[in-house]
């Protein structure tokens, strides 16, 4: 059997993500499809509107075969460790292809801009390295960076997030000289950061907008989405009280910076360069976790970087806890979230070939990267109603969902 | 001018409070009368039903001079922890009496019990090591070990909270010879932990019961309390919209303790002997505060002592947090809450001849003490709506209350 790779969030599952698994079993001919997902916490620092496992339900509906998950310490992490976390699991699952949306559709724009970039490697770094100094944020500094060395052309503009992201994807292969073969299809037009739905297709923060706050599903959101997708919201719904967002968990947050030391607060990871003081000094005069950010961000720290820290301080995930993984050649295992029959027939072939574990529960594991799975996970839920949080403790425990 | 000191908690101030305020005044013969309060935590480890301020200008109307806090580390301990602070703290700012209530109001009693637990000092010890060893809690271990010397005799019980407490007093000054002369008053009939309202004077527990949980003051709570405190009490509730208890924060500390490793949560004050262990087993399955304590408790780990544990986990209070002050000869400071005209000319007079600063605010003090008390002070407004919790972080950094 071979399987294609897919990298995703699912935050929630959408048309266009639908759109995605379609296009990719075609282009790759694969018989498996395979995604990898960040689980709680997502790239840009943000908790997952619905838990993990409702995503999961949703994208086995739509045609994935096998969803597994990005640990957390790859998954609120920059676009290059995002990348290797996904392209290393799925290199140990025993993916041939990955394939991702792209404005082009072309992938060889995509490695032709990694040659280039191997070649003009020192004057990106120069460059990179300047503009950092300067105190622009990372994707200022190299944006600057790859306009320097000629990729901001139209054919391959690396400015854009989305193009970033494949270009990630396309470099933790070709850095590691894997044996995937990447591919890229034609994105359905709509802008990464699009605010507002205008048809079926839309950006997953557009949805997301629509959704949080409201009691239902309104009917823009649900022309969006799947039918499948608004049963798991709707199902979540129930099950937890909430969607979450960033300001349900303002209290929480709020309380632990407010009790903890400026030396506690440098220990989390990506709390670098005296942003404690500026976390703890913003922290008694605001109300909200969006006014915090406001009054925090500058030109170097963006909304995300920040919102990645704050992921990390509500999640407890410390500087110490990151570092042994982030420089290890490949992810520590698999975890499993999810199958269909036909993934289940994949994994019992493909397992006896792989390298790490494939788990798929937290139960009786111990290691320190399930550890911090599980702070994560613990954190996620903190802000369901008391009797309603149970059971998602235990679904962690649980086998992996079968459709 | 001649001081005598209280050692007080007001949770809140009742009836019975105004009259040990009145009966020491007389007593004593002071002009001026030094309440040492314990300021958002209490030494049973409970949250203040309302904060220290409302709680001082209620003290103030009522007879008071002086208010000072308690600082945390000695106010949520042990007994005898406890009592060294309150009595430290008032050796400190001068007074020559400290007079609290007791059963039999002679202080003769108190005293001589002291000379002989000085004689069977070692009977008493190695009483005490035998029945800890056993796996007894300290209260049950030490009123074995005073039965055993003869202190379990009807005039001066030391198995009842209140006589302990007294006794704590007495035995802090003469251990450290402190000029000063203790006074007790008989208490008005009232059991210490009487769980019902049965006249106007009532015990603090029995009115806290009453009040936590009700929108308004009952006529059974009314009954018990002054109309000074039944003011302060609607203030505060205006102001912050809840009244303390437990159950308030049960999201909170939930929360932390999913999200600490076992190694974090045993570097936590009062986390000894593999507690942390029993108190991350049980928070999976716990959906209240009531319910977790009552899951942990065992004869060794008395429901108060986990009280205060969970005060120090909440606060974020470390064993090296609190392992530089106890050890200390007296207190880093003596923090005032409020005063009335005569509690000023008293401090105009004393101020010169005081060891330790005489503080009035968090503001501008980088101590350590006083960014635990900073720690702790935040925790305790965490379940504030945001909004309205501003004020009180503001509040900290207030000149004190003048009335």
Not at 9 to 27: D, M, T, V
Not at 311 to 316: D, K, P, S, V
Not at 355 to 376: F, N, R, W
Request: with cysteine; charged share 20%; net charge neutral.
């Amino acid at each position: 059997m071979q399987a294609c790779g897919l990298i995703v969030e699912y935050n929630p599952f959408h048309n266009g993500h639908a759109f995605h698994i379609e296009a990719s079993r075609k282009a790759s001919g694969a018989d498996c499809l395979i995604a990898v997902m960040s689980g709680s916490f997502l790239q840009r620092g943000e908790p997952a509107i619905i838990d993990k496992f409702h995503r999961t339900k949703a994208a086995l509906s739509a045609g994935a075969d096998i969803v597994l998950e990005l640990p957390y310490v790859y998954a609120v992490q920059s676009s290059d460790l995002f990348a290797r976390g996904s392209v290393q699991t799925l290199h140990e699952i025993g993916v041939s292809n990955i394939c991702f949306g792209s404005e082009s559709g072309d992938i060889s724009r995509f490695t032709n801009s990694y040659d280039v970039l191997q070649q003009k490697q020192s004057v990106y770094q120069t460059t990179l390295q300047e503009k950092l100094h300067l105190g622009l944020s990372f994707p200022e500094a190299s944006r600057y960076a790859y306009q320097k060395i000629g990729l901001a052309a139209s054919e391959m503009d690396l400015t854009k997030p989305n193009n970033i992201l494949g270009f990630s994807y396309v470099k933790a292969i070709l850095d590691d000289k894997l044996p995937i073969d990447p591919l890229t299809i034609t994105r359905i037009k709509n802008a990464y950061h699009d605010q507002a739905i205008t048809g079926s297709i839309a950006s997953a923060t557009s949805i997301r907008k629509e959704l949080i706050g409201k009691e239902d599903i309104s009917e823009t959101a649900a022309s969006a989405l799947p039918e499948v997708t608004i049963q798991q919201l709707r199902a979540y719904k129930q099950q937890a009280a909430v969607w979450h967002s960033w300001e349900n968990y303002f209290q929480l947050i709020h309380y632990r910076v407010m009790t903890m030391s400026e030396d506690e607060l440098a220990a989390i990871h990506g709390v670098d360069e005296g942003l404690e003081n500026r976390i703890k000094k913003t922290a008694r005069d605001t109300t909200s976790f969006y006014e915090w950010i406001k009054k925090i961000k500058t030109k170097r720290y963006t909304w995300t970087r920040l919102q990645r820290v704050f992921a990390h301080i509500l999640t407890n995930t410390t500087k110490d806890d990151v570092q042994q993984f982030v420089s290890d050649e490949t992810v520590p295992y698999v975890r499993l979230l999810g199958m269909t029959k036909t993934g289940q027939s994949y994994l019992n072939a493909r397992k006896k070939d792989m390298d790490v574990p494939l788990i798929s529960t937290l139960a009786g594991t111990e290691s320190l990267l399930l550890s911090i799975e599980e702070k994560a996970s613990h954190a996620y839920y903190s802000i369901i109603p008391p009797k309603k949080r149970q059971a998602f403790y235990h679904q962690e425990l649980q086998p992996p969902i079968m459709i």
